[in-house]
């Protein structure tokens, strides 16, 4: 074995937390009841048959990677006649929050690689105003979609909501691109249950030029290792190994549901 990564914040622990979700749509049978979107910007988009039917903030659509399989996702554009930029908001309903362990998860696409879209997420905590939106900073932002599905995750603890009541808003404000597509939003609380703090050392686990190995783990755990940016990089079921990531840095390794840890890949 050559080569240590730490795990710094231990979620692997058996029957130490239960995992409540509190807020998920993959928007396959439409825009569930509560939801709203707002299209601020009042553009039209450009007549082309690529986006001339997207008339709202987003609208639902089959899935362009599973056509005919009954997989919808909302899509925006910023292609507009004449060219401006989107200002298109979709509002969950109300979320409250616990006191720890409150994360947020959703899937994105670039539908073209050469002008891909910009989104960012905000949280109000009073009403659905847009202006309520921008009390407080941004809680995601990327100025360029992956070209790809990509799952992204985001520590709503770290944005400094817990124990509160909000609302999340996804809103694409891109000037002059093409289409995002967005699906499979959901939030999550992590809650412990009866830990005693002293039974949970820092643990470290091995790695080999191609894996990363997890002493103690039950056969078939399930998986998620995010990049700092919250983007999921790999999944799966495994009884002990991982494939390491290609390169070094600071990931986060979720098992079998836990609250993610911290790891230092080196």
């Known amino acids: 074995m050559r080569g240590l990564i730490t795990i710094f914040l231990v979620s692997v622990f058996a029957n130490s937390q239960a995992q409540t979700t509190i807020l998920q749509s993959d928007f396959n049978n439409g825009i569930p009841v509560g939801w709203q979107t707002i299209n601020n910007d009042g553009l039209t988009p450009y007549n082309d048959p690529a986006v001339n039917w997207i008339t709202d903030a987003w609208v639902l659509a089959e899935d362009e990677d599973s056509t005919g399989t009954g997989d ?53 905590t009073g009403g ?53 597509a967005l699906d499979n939003i959901r939030v999550e609380i992590n809650n412990p249950i009866g830990i005693e703090a002293p039974t949970l050392p820092t643990l470290t686990v091995a790695l080999n030029p191609t894996e990363i190995f997890v002493a103690n783990l039950n056969e078939n755990t399930s998986f998620e290792l995010f990049d700092l940016s919250g983007r999921m990089i790999e999944s799966g079921m495994t009884n002990g190994s991982i494939a390491k990531p290609s390169s070094n840095g600071i990931y986060l390794l979720r098992l079998n549901g836990f609250a993610p840890a911290k790891i230092s890949v080196h």
């Open 72 to 124: 919808s996702c909302l899509i925006s554009t910023s292609w507009y006649d004449p060219a401006g930029t989107a200002d298109d908001y979709l509002i969950t309903p109300a979320i409250t929050l616990g006191g720890a362990g409150n994360y947020l998860y959703f899937d994105i696409k670039a539908l073209d690689q050469s002008y891909p879209d910009a989104m960012e997420i905000r949280a109000s």
């Open 128 to 180: 659905v105003n847009i202006w309520e939106f921008f009390v407080d900073d941004k809680i995601y932002d990327t100025v360029a979609a992956p070209p790809y599905w990509s799952n992204f995750m985001v520590s709503l603890d770290s944005a400094g909501y817990t124990n509160q009541t909000i609302r999340l808003a996804f809103r694409n404000y891109t000037t002059d691109r093409f289409k995002l």
